[in-house]
């Protein structure tokens, strides 16, 4: 069985590589969790791989917010430094942007035992 590392992490600020919008990481998929319909709804040669990790996305374009589901492969390193405006971040994560990452509110753990 194949590892994957997911290379952004949770509070991480991304963009989408081909379309205009950015967001929060607010959730993580080490392979796509979505519907069939979902990845079905996508043109063939925009489809991504399902053997990668897919993130979920606080995300807001110039004229809306929501919630985004994005492969790795479509995900760039926001450098803008500027905060996401999506009304939910208050409940995921503290208000404070630093170094491109907002710090999450709670962290939630399995009992392992």
Not at 35 to 59: G, I
């Amino acid at each position: 069985m194949l590892v994957r590392t997911a290379k952004f992490g949770i509070g991480q600020v991304v963009h989408h590589r081909k379309h205009p919008f950015r967001g929060i990481i607010f959730d993580v998929d080490p392979i796509f969790e979505n519907s069939e319909k979902w990845l079905n709804s996508m043109p063939e040669e925009n489809k991504p791989s399902r053997d990668q990790p897919y993130y979920h996305l606080l995300a807001e374009n110039s004229e809306t917010s929501y919630i985004a589901y994005v492969s790795e492969q479509n995900l760039l390193v926001d450098e803008s430094s500027q905060p996401v405006s999506h009304p939910l971040v208050g409940n995921f994560f503290l208000n404070d942007i630093e170094n491109g990452h907002y710090t999450a509110r709670h962290t939630l753990t399995k009992n392992l035992t």
